[in-house]
């Protein structure tokens, strides 16, 4: 776990996190780095660490975010499924910046018949040495649900993160059997969380990181495209094939009752490598992170436009700015219908 004067675990999900108050706060949002640590995938892992590398040299945040798929114990692009192993590498990796990073899992970083569970790779990911994480509340669905609030020098809390487990698999547990969502108890639970925190500090807001995301993105794409001028372009684009949004085929609430709450005002999830995506819809800021991933689809070696991370920033004055942190030069900011 993160050792510093500034970081406090209050209990089992949550902490806090004193952020300065004369100069702004830096998040870098990583995701679906995939990386296989294993005979297969020795010259891709090379490649991502190594943009990795370059990313956080480029934007020197303060914390790193990592929005799940971190690594891929997938037996035929790998060569390997023991994700304890994967797991240590890159906890080694992250370490060695000496800047706090945290995360959520994916669908992929324990893919079935991997050597650990998630719970077996939280408690490793809680050794980190600059590791923010906790599996959070037994009962809830998921591992690692977990609250992390920013707090300024006057002992307010501004700004929450909200760590959450978008799952893996519906019924039928395996990759073909689609995706699964944010589930009830998970939603109900951080939505008491902010509740109970905002009643306490009125001018609290809320960011959430999650992997796989909403069906109301997809939505808000469909609406934006079709003239619908309550949905916002703020950047990026959807570069899937299809224009695919990998959401679950469950209805999920997660969406609507962060509407009705009011209290998050921006979403960051990954999962789709090729979108890069963000927007608002209903007063959400949803934001699909660029993505790292040189290992999971076919053929994205060669591609880039993709590639990058998300710098969130957080003013003094409160304000927040997203943008896109490419790693080459060019990045595609096209959505059809818009421009
Ligand atoms: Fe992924
Ligand atoms: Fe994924």
Not at 179 to 197: P, S
Not at 307 to 330: E, F, H, K, N, Q
Request: proline share 3%.
């Amino acid at each position: 776990m993160y050792r510093s004067d500034r970081l406090r675990q209050v209990d089992e999900e949550t902490f806090t996190l004193r952020i300065p108050k004369d100069r702004d706060f830096k998040i870098l949002q990583l995701t679906d780095l995939h990386l296989g640590f294993g005979i297969l995938s020795r010259n891709r892992d090379k490649l991502a660490l190594d943009a990795v590398r370059k990313l956080i040299k480029k934007s020197k945040p303060d914390l790193i975010v990592l929005t799940g798929d971190s690594i891929f114990p997938f037996l035929p692009k790998s060569g390997t499924l023991n994700n304890r192993r994967q797991a240590k590498k890159l906890m080694a990796f992250l370490d060695s910046f000496e800047i706090p990073y945290t995360q959520v899992f994916g669908n992929h970083d324990c893919e079935m018949g991997s050597v650990c569970n998630k719970e077996e790779l939280a408690e490793l990911y809680k050794k980190g040495r600059y590791c923010i994480f906790t599996e959070g509340r037994k009962e809830l669905t998921g591992v690692g649900n977990f609250l992390i609030e920013l707090v300024d020098d006057s002992g307010k809390v501004p700004l929450s993160l909200v760590m959450l487990d978008s799952n893996m698999y519906g019924e039928g547990g395996w990759f073909y059997s689609g995706f699964d969502c944010i589930q009830d108890d998970q939603v109900t639970w951080c939505m008491g969380r902010l509740n109970a925190l905002k009643r306490e500090y009125p001018d609290m807001n809320a960011m959430a990181f999650f992997h796989m995301p909403p069906r109301e993105f997809k939505e808000a794409y469909e609406k934006m495209k079709l003239g619908d001028k309550n949905v916002i372009y703020r950047h990026g684009s959807i570069g899937e094939k299809n224009e695919y949004f990998g959401i679950s085929k469950f209805k999920g609430t997660f969406f609507d009752r962060a509407v009705k709450n009011g209290i998050i005002k921006w979403m960051f999830c990954g999962h789709d490598h090729l979108n890069t995506l963000s927007l608002i819809y209903k007063g959400i800021q949803m934001t699909y992170g660029m993505s790292i991933d040189y290992l999971g689809y076919m053929g994205i070696k060669k591609s880039y436009i993709q590639r990058g991370g998300t710098l969130i920033t957080r003013r003094t004055d409160g304000s927040v700015d997203i943008r896109m942190v490419p790693l080459g030069a060019v990045v595609s900011t096209r959505v059809k219908g818009v421009h």
